[in-house]
């Protein structure tokens, strides 16, 4: 009767265990799509011209946080991101003129499963001036 009972207690211990170990994997999932989409967007500025990745101001949104899909059921409505681009010096701190530099700033934002709060994945990239 004892060794029923223990089996038992650990057989319901392990089924709980379950739900939990799906939602830290479908957090893993988004994590995942979030880098790669963090990615395209840091790309996407790597093969743009230095002069076509303007700084406007101080920092320019070339993105503000925004969805990246309207519709709903399309997988990427749970995300969004924005990206920016400013100028650094060559220690790599905030510059308001021209150095030659530029860092570009992509953050991905989506929900977390787990911790049911906003998460985010940031990626930057520099980009100098070919002389």
């Not at 170990?21 to 093969?47: M, N, P, W």
């Not at 997988?75 to 920016?84: K, V």
């Not at 150095?99 to 930057?124: A, C, D, N």
Request: hydrophobic share 35%; aromatic share 10%; charged share 25%.
């Amino acid at each position: 009767m004892v060794c029923i009972s223990l089996i038992i207690i650990i057989v319901v211990s392990i089924v709980k265990l379950f739900p939990l170990a799906l939602k830290v994997g479908s957090d893993a999932s988004r994590i995942t799509i979030a880098t790669d989409l963090a990615q395209a967007k840091i790309e996407e500025c790597f093969y743009d011209d230095y002069d076509n990745l303007s700084v406007q101001t101080s920092t320019y949104y070339i993105e503000t946080k925004h969805r990246l899909s309207s519709d709903i059921n399309n997988p990427f409505y749970a995300y969004q991101r924005e990206t920016t681009v400013e100028y650094v010096d060559s220690n790599l701190n905030h510059s308001d003129t021209e150095t030659g530099i530029k860092k570009v700033g992509t953050i991905v934002y989506w929900q977390s499963p787990i911790l049911r709060s906003e998460k985010k994945i940031e990626l930057k990239l520099l980009i100098s001036k070919k002389n």
